[in-house]
């Protein structure tokens, strides 16, 4: 196991109900920008919850983050924060609109242009910032990390900061019932993967954070289906939030090597098609198995026998099956996993890796273009 550090400052409030409590989280005397997406807390109640809670405290509200937070919609969202004078920020909604809040409360503390705060400036100061979680997919609501989409640059762009975790995360099972069938199945698949990405690593002696990704990997795949046949089910609909937020809460990447590969191309494929982020991963990560079974054989067989429960053939057999198991899953979730699903053939895979290489070192480290023309024409 390698050296590590670990530190994790995000209370979570767990369960229904929990929106009622928001005011004990926040500074008295706070003035709160509140943001969010689109109308659907205004249609689910969630919204209410809220004002009800903040009763006691100057609120903004800014809507509008996109599903791909974009950098000119934030920068308007943090010119409103200092004319009204807001000092915290509280998100509202699912990773994409508490990514664009982390990138908000960063420009709001930095005296510089924005935009240095993607292209390495460190980011030190961020506003404090809370959220009410009502999407089970990215666990942004319990890490430093964001993405956010930049039109003119035709990019989307990773930044982090040990300032960007939120103060406090309010996780109320109930705000996911209103959701369509295919954001659950995304959601679902989000998670999943997100845990993939970090158990298939080179091997580094971790058996405890093995056990723990294969804890989430084996819970999502029986709560998954649950959820999907039955949106109000509240216990399935409380696993899968939990799992959702340990699967990115830095937890399982403790002590081993991270590759960012996966979700670099899959950004690159978002970015380009318009593709949801769990829709992107689906149709990458089994590829990416396939291409890479020998460099990971030893871990590739561990998941096979642990979770898909495949003892039986030989190495090459039994990877085989997984991957196969692992895109019948995705399937079941309503989740696509070939490009063609998507009407994108292989005259899409030069403009993908043109994407890449105009990146011109906005992210790092750089990738390597053969490998993502093989796993692209394997994902076709």
Avoid at 3 to 10: K, L, Q, R
Avoid at 164 to 193: E, H, K
Avoid at 327 to 353: C, K, N, Y
Wanted: one cysteine or more; a neutral charge.
């Amino acid at each position: 196991m390698r050296n590590f550090s670990y530190y994790n400052p995000t209370r979570i409030l767990f369960g229904a109900g929990q929106i009622a409590g928001l005011a004990q989280q926040i500074p008295a005397g706070s003035r709160v920008l509140v943001t969010h997406g689109g109308g659907s807390i205004l249609q689910n109640g969630v919204w209410q919850e809220v004002e009800q809670a903040l009763a006691a405290y100057r609120v903004t509200r800014f809507a509008g983050i996109e599903a791909n937070p974009q950098y000119s919609t934030l920068l308007r969202a943090a010119e409103l924060a200092r004319r009204t004078g807001c000092d915290f920020i509280l998100a509202v909604g699912g990773g994409s609109v508490i990514d664009g809040s982390k990138f908000i409360a960063a420009v709001l503390a930095y005296p510089g242009e924005p935009f240095d705060l993607l292209c390495g400036t460190p980011i030190r100061r961020a506003l404090p910032l809370g959220c009410v979680a009502t999407l089970a997919a990215s666990g942004s609501e319990c890490n430093p990390h964001g993405v956010l989409g930049h039109a003119d640059l035709q990019a989307r762009l990773a930044f982090s900061s040990p300032c960007l975790y939120p103060r406090f995360a309010i996780l109320d099972p109930c705000t996911t019932f209103s959701l369509p069938p295919r954001q659950i199945g995304n959601g679902v698949v989000a998670s999943f993967v997100h845990t993939l990405e970090q158990y298939l690593s080179f091997p580094a002696n971790t058996p405890l954070q093995d056990r723990q990704a294969e804890g989430l990997l084996l819970t999502l795949l029986e709560e998954g289906p649950k959820a999907v046949a039955n949106p109000l089910d509240y216990a399935s609909r409380a696993n899968l939030m939990w799992c959702a937020s340990q699967a990115r809460s830095g937890l399982l990447a403790c002590g081993s090597a991270q590759d960012d590969s996966l979700g670099l191309l899959g950004r690159q494929l978002s970015l380009l098609y318009h593709l949801d982020h769990a829709q992107s991963l689906a149709l990458l990560l089994p590829a990416l198995l396939g291409e890479y079974r020998a460099e990971c054989l030893a871990k590739q067989l561990q998941y096979a026998e642990r979770v898909w429960g495949l003892r039986h053939g030989g190495p090459e057999q039994r990877i085989a099956a997984a991957i196969r198991a692992t895109e019948g899953f995705f399937r079941r979730m309503g989740v696509a996993t070939r490009l063609s699903a998507h009407g994108l053939d292989a005259e899409a895979i030069p403009e993908v890796l043109a994407q890449l290489q105009r990146r011109d070192g906005l992210e790092q480290p750089p990738i390597d273009l053969e490998a993502c023309e093989r796993i692209l024409l394997r994902a076709l």
